[in-house]
């Protein structure tokens, strides 16, 4: 963590006490990856995960059971993802 921080010192990025605070390491959900493209999956599951407010648990634990909304939301999303110009 602490050559993370002199690294983005060095290159001129200067984070406020309260950014610094919200940084953390090791970052991902716990999938079991070891393969570079497993450990990018875990780094963006638990963006993701936090980006929805969740914990990135499982969903056969998730204590709510989803709606009609949750399953309307989630294919706009992927949709709006897919048709979005680059």
Do not use: H
Request: aromatic share 4%; with cysteine.
């Amino acid at each position: 963590m602490e050559r993370l921080l002199q690294d983005l010192d060095q290159a001129g990025v200067n984070l406020t006490r309260t950014q610094r605070n919200k940084l953390y390491a090791p970052i991902g959900l716990d999938i079991g990856a070891e393969s570079c493209e497993g450990i990018a999956l875990a780094i963006v599951a638990e963006i993701r995960a936090m980006l929805a407010g969740r914990v990135g648990g499982r969903l056969r634990d998730r204590q709510t059971k989803f709606t009609n909304a949750d399953q309307q939301r989630s294919y706009s999303e992927l949709l709006d993802t897919k048709t979005r110009p680059r």
